[in-house]
């Protein structure tokens, strides 16, 4: 059998999505590199995986990436500041 479609932090290939996630130059305040992202991973249904994720929280790059349900944009931030 295979794994969920619907890749969630306790899901075998979480840290392989991070760190595709990680490459994204910033934030955009979307979830479009996470789709991304998830797309790169086989077997995995991105739209279903983003709704489930928005439900924890995770309504943008930033927000998935470093801490669902938390609403920051510390990433996005910093990326700015350091421009
Ligand atoms: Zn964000």
Request: charged letters at 30%; aromatic letters at 0%.
């Given at each position: 059998m295979s794994a969920s479609p619907i890749l969630l932090?306790?899901?075998?290939r979480w840290g392989e999505f991070l760190a595709a996630l990680s490459?994204?130059?910033?934030?955009?305040?979307?979830t479009e590199h996470a789709r991304a992202a998830l797309e790169s991973i086989?077997?995995?249904?991105a739209a279903a995986t983003l709704e489930a994720l928005r439900a924890m929280g995770g309504r943008c790059d930033c927000a998935i990436l470093y801490g669902l349900g938390e609403d920051s944009h510390a990433w996005a931030a910093g990326a700015a500041r350091a421009v």
């Open positions: 932090p306790d899901h075998p490459l994204a130059p910033r934030c955009l305040r979307t086989p077997d995995i249904d």
